[in-house]
């Protein structure tokens, strides 16, 4: 995989809220205790079943009050403005949303004839208040559906790629491509639905979410299909390559955070129906459906199987 040079960085699609506090109100993530590394992975494990929750699954019990841009997008856009601003971790990712937008405003009218409408990313470190409430960093990249808003600490990738086993490059993109695969969602009015089922029949609330994230997965591998051909605001492509190396890895990344390998690395037993996620088979089956057809209309979950 490789950005373009010359591809504009937009960072007015990022609010920058690392360093501006929003630890008042946090809510603590609740990881068992333990001793050793068995500790640290069971932690990991909790933090990432309920990481990229798609329509605020997860959050909805939180209050709070959604905060606004911090004082870190001015700083953000001088240093996505220099030379060396592809060696710059926020800056790659300012550059990832960029991409999935710029696909979203075209696939969206395109394949189901509704207008994309925006949304923010933002970054932040430790905690974070939201429209759906206060969220500490463990529950991993979310979108929020009350503020329609995609929330990152990047410090997560490190997490991912040290302790996860999911360490290429590529992972960060299918993150954010999966993200806004939630946001996607919310627009065309699937989440609100899902919600609506989710409080008639209690007891497939589950099985409902799973195909809430299996389906952003495949809208993520449309993206991927499609992400050679996206460009910034001057028509400058935002990436000049993606190999059959960064799928395997966006494919080696929807593994590693299946619910089952989940309740492998963290010791406990295998429990489909606690499943909120999807295995890792059926979450590589559906990024590489959306990947190999690279149209979001496949991604019917709830009509398609699983």
């Not at 919600?195 to 997965?217: C, H, I, K, T, Y």
Request: charged share 20%.
């Amino acid at each position: 995989m490789k950005l373009n040079r010359r591809a504009r960085i937009d960072t007015s699609q990022i609010q920058d809220r690392r360093g501006a506090g929003g630890g008042l109100g946090r809510v603590p993530i609740p990881i068992p205790t333990g001793g050793g590394g068995r500790g640290t992975l069971i932690a990991v494990a909790v933090a990432l079943l309920i990481t990229l929750v798609g329509g605020g699954l997860g959050l909805n019990a939180l209050t709070g009050e959604s905060g606004g841009p911090g004082a870190g997008d001015q700083a953000l856009e001088q240093r996505c403005a220099a030379d060396d601003a592809l060696s710059q971790l926020d800056c790659r990712n300012t550059l990832y949303v960029n991409s999935v937008q710029a696909y979203w405003r075209a696939a969206l009218p395109q394949h189901f004839g509704e207008q994309y409408r925006p949304a923010d990313t933002v970054f932040f470190e430790q905690a974070v208040n939201t429209g759906c409430g206060a969220a500490d960093s463990g529950v991993g990249p979310f979108y929020c559906p009350a503020d329609q808003q995609v929330y990152i600490d990047l410090s997560f990738y490190r997490v991912l790629a040290e302790q996860l086993g999911a360490p290429g490059e590529f992972a960060q993109p299918y993150v954010v491509a999966h993200e806004y695969g939630h946001h996607v969602q919310t627009l065309l009015g699937i989440s609100d639905e899902v919600r609506r089922q989710q409080q008639r029949d209690p007891g497939a609330a589950n099985e409902l979410s799973v195909l809430m994230e299996l389906q952003a997965d495949c809208f993520a591998g449309a993206w991927a299909r499609n992400a050679i051909g996206t460009a910034d605001e001057t028509g400058q492509r935002i990436f000049t390559s993606i190999t059959d190396q960064d799928i395997q890895e966006g494919l080696d990344t929807a593994a590693a955070i299946g619910d089952d390998s989940i309740a492998q690395r963290s010791g406990n037993p295998v429990e489909p129906s606690q499943f909120t996620h999807g295995t890792s088979a059926q979450r590589q089956e559906w990024f590489g459906r959306g990947y190999q057809s690279g149209d979001p209309t496949v991604c019917d979950t709830f009509g398609g199987g699983r």
